[in-house]
């Protein structure tokens, strides 16, 4: 019960926060209708066009910075001076973290479920049709990693500015190799076969195939794979974690 | 002025993951980019679906892997195949694609007569603009972490005791403007003089323009920040990063586009990005700085009007005893 | 004797709420002014303007022979202000920070050394200076906060409460050094919560409330206003039954306050008055274990005039 009310504090700070709500909800679609449109002379007219092609790989990119919004949400400075009573209260330091992660999740979850929505029902973006559940699954637990991952950084360096500017390189470069802006095929095969060491590869492939191929075969990999690793963080949170870095 | 400048130096080992991005981390990152680029085929990688042994004439352009049975089409999507060929009953080729008509029929003429059609592809933008239209959005994003000090300032109120000295908030500001556009310049024109001189890898620019170039391109990212961190109290990194990547993608610094919508077609066109991306492209291509006067002046008006109005809302604040 | 800042008539309202009501008030060379007043009562915003970091809405100050709005950067560079607030870098060192600050009024070379070691050495922080500011002690922050305002020697130091949160040890020390400032040459305006601060090294005290000036001057000459008055203190153990109101009728009581226990009335000094006193506690059955009575002091002054205790 107490738990849900730090997680429901956490969650109307980042309400709270017009940047943060804006990154989330509106950007997006603002990316995924921009990158459709400039590019749509790159596609034809076959069963895939721009906006479908960037209405996935947005959505990844947009759902992995949720990152940005976890850090944000745990030690922006004013949020961080507000938190600092939490620490002085008779709660484990778990709660404190966990709260932030659930909050973002949350907020993230929700958000980008009803984009997918929009995107399939009002757009027309091909996001599998009757598939889309499956999506939703894989965006959803994209959500869950990055909230864990944003959170861990922050333990990791005690200092949001410092998560959030080293946590882009990693989104940054994996986004980079893993056909998010251009496709990396096209860059010879060794570059190729680098791209498959980016997770974000496999969650485009994974995305591609339910939609146009019907194909599962990657989805349960993909989804426990972002599910451990989420374990990860978390344990990586409650071994790194000191409640006194709120005070400095 | 100085003094100012010297005092964002001393603080860099309390920010060494700035800098360590800034100075080395960016530029790697940019000359992967270039080295990578030097690298792009533009090779139609095509999957020909057949049982029966058919040779076709080999060319640098088509590379055709020749398999029994269709691949998923998810691998269109995915750039691994950018075609599907097969052959219908009557032995004619079926191109399946997700690329434009063009490259459609380009295909198609390949298979029916051996040979790609001459200037099948589009005229395409040079390497050089394309490196620096993807090193201006880096640099508009990577400003406003090199401005830190500014915003960090206010909160500590140093800002306020600093302009309790005879230092006005204008001096502040160019002394911030001056270190930011440092740590800009500098690490960005090294690392793509490196690319170009260690690794051969054609930039198409000669050293001296791309000098030139670069110092437009650092003092936009340079004023760009300065507005912005003078503008916003909260979020400025990712405030600053959604509008630098949504205006960079408008302006074209990653692909050309020709909308056909007239509003943003005038949106694009007031972007200082798109003025740069036309005046780089022109220098490529081997125009005259002067011939682009136009394209220049109206940046470099940019660059003006972010530095003032963020000089103005910062004394305005000031005054109203903001800090 | 010279005059080193001339107020008058000075305003600033913050939307429609004046923080400084027209105040005017003069101080000369050599001087410490306290500066008194509970929070809220146009400290801050006066110190700001005197500053030159705030503009006045109206009013002439002029400071050091200088007009305020037109030869501002003449003032900047003949005053030193120590903030309320710890304005250091905490990255760099202490040196680091008093040769920057220095460095903002155009001083170079071996005077530029000169004046951060005489700064350094003044609030006892010399054999500290190569250590960060985030390994200091509270009270060692607040020293070089002001080694950082006063190390370019400014004619007119300005102090806004710069003794908040520290150590008795680190809060004498900053009362030496002003007292040293002052045999120096310098006049200082120093605003602050602490009534015995403002004892022990003002001149003169000017109190302010709700952005007006209510009393200026010597410590003698604002208690002698009241001398005829004493502040008696009583213990009272049945005080849910005490109505103030009765006790304020008494024929020269000023001030009635209660707090918990502690009833402290305020009264001329007047054998009848303690008596009436006294029998209006007895007769609303309060029974007292204590009583102390204290005679005119700035406390009483502040209290008198404000209607408040100076913390409240």
Known sequence: ?248 | MLNLIRNRFLRIPDKMHIMIIAVVVMPLFIGAAIFFSGHFTNVYKVAFISDHAISFPKSKSIQIDKINERPATSSLAMGKYNAFVEVNKDGEFKVTTLKGESDKKAIQTFFEGGKLPENNKTEQRGIGTNILGFVLMLALMQGVALTTFYPEDRNNSTFKRILTSPVNSRQYLAAQGIFTFICLYVPTFIAIAITKICFGVEIGFGLGNLAVLLVILASLATAFSLFMASIMDRNISLGTSGISIITCILAGCFFNFTGNIKVLDVLCNILPQKAFMILIQAVENGRAFQEFAGQLTYTVTWVFALWLVGSVVTNRRIKKGVY | MDTIVSVNNLEKSYQSKKAVAGISFSIQKGEILGLLGPNGAGKSTTINILATVLSPDNGEVQILGYDLIREAKSIKKRIGIVPQDIAIFEEITAEQNVRFFVGLYGFKGSKLNELVQEALDLVGLYDKKDDKPKTFSGGMKRRLNIACAIAHRPKLIIMDEPTVGIDPQSRNHILESIKVLRQRGATIIYSTHYMEEVETISDRIMIMNEGRIIAVGKKEELIQNIRNEITYTFEIDSSNQLDERQISQIVGVTNVQLYGKDLTITSKKSKDTLNGIVSTLLDNGCSFEKMTSKEASLETVFLDLTGRRLRD
């Open chain 1, 1 to 248: 019960m107490r738990f849900l009310r730090i997680a429901k504090f956490d969650f109307e700070n980042i309400l709270r926060n017009p940047t943060l709500l804006f990154s989330n909800t509106v950007m997006p679609l603002i990316l995924i209708g921009l990158m459709g449109f400039v590019t749509q002379s790159f596609f034809g007219s076959g069963n895939m066009s721009s906006y479908d092609y960037y209405g996935v790989s947005m959505i990844t990119l947009s759902a992995l910075l949720i990152i940005m919004t976890a850090t944000n949400a745990f030690m922006e400075e004013r949020v961080k001076r507000a938190n600092i009573r939490m620490i002085y209260a008779p709660i484990p330091k778990a709660e404190i973290y966990l709260s932030k992660i659930l909050s973002t999740y949350i907020l993230g979850t929700l958000s980008f479920s009803i984009i997918l929505m929009i995107g399939q029902y009002l757009f027309h973006i091909n996001y599998g049709g009757g598939n889309l559940p499956y999506i939703l699954l894989l965006v959803n637990m994209l959500v869950l990693f990055g909230s864990c991952f944003g959170t861990m950084m922050c333990c990791v360096m005690g200092d949001e500015e410092k998560a959030s500017s080293i946590s882009q390189l990693p989104v940054l470069f994996f986004s980079a190799f893993g056909g998010i802006f251009f496709s990396v095929y096209g860059l010879g095969k060794t570059v190729a076969a680098i791209s498959n060491l980016s997770p974000v590869k496999w969650i485009l492939e994974c995305a591609f195939r339910i939609i146009y191929d019907n194909d599962f075969a990657l989805l349960l990999p993909v989804t426990f794979s972002l599910f451990g690793a989420s374990i990860a963080c978390v344990i990586v949170c409650q071994l790194t974690f000191k409640p006194e870095d709120f005070t400095c």
